[in-house]
């Protein structure tokens, strides 16, 4: 089976198609983590954002990505992927928050850092990591 990485020819071979074509994913994919260990925040999503471009995302969504990630992660950007910890992504939210920015625009923030760890360090824990709520308006009811 004959795979290309960024122009590299790599040759995996095993007894069936199927088997050698599962090879080939998994040297793939180790090589992409090895180059990975070193990366910063900063890097990932500058990548992530890469990616989203060669697949054809509409032009704003890319600006707004952008902008996002040049502004929104500003305590963490350039920490290794391998030294993030939840609490350090916990804390970068809450400053978010209490620098006046809307429950919405942090869930923003939220959802594409965690597409970029998703991608980019996939052994990271993220369940404990929380949100900003919406706050709950009261209901006014008029009486006649």
């Known amino acids: 089976m004959l795979t290309y990485d960024h122009g590299e020819r790599r040759s995996f071979t095993a007894e069936t198609k199927k088997e050698a074509e599962r090879l080939a994913a998994i040297g793939l994919e180790e090589e992409r983590a090895k180059a990975r260990r070193g990366m910063t925040l900063a890097e990932a999503l500058a990548a992530y954002i890469e990616t989203c471009k060669a697949q054809g995302y ?7 990505y952008t ?13 290794r992927l391998e030294t993030l910890r939840p609490e350090n992504i916990q804390a970068q939210l809450d400053a ?7 429950p919405k625009t942090v ?9 970029v760890l998703a991608t980019y360090a ?3 824990d993220l369940r404990r990591v929380r949100i900003a709520r ?9 009486r006649e």
């Open 134 to 142: 919406r706050p709950k308006r009261a209901k006014i009811i008029f």
């Open 96 to 102: 978010r928050i209490n620098a006046g920015k809307t």
């Open 122 to 124: 996939p052994s990271l």
């Open 107 to 115: 869930r923003n923030d939220w959802f594409l850092l965690r597409s």
């Open 58 to 64: 509409s032009p704003s969504t890319i600006r707004e």
């Open 67 to 79: 902008a996002r990630s040049r502004n929104s992660f500003d305590k963490i950007a350039f920490k």
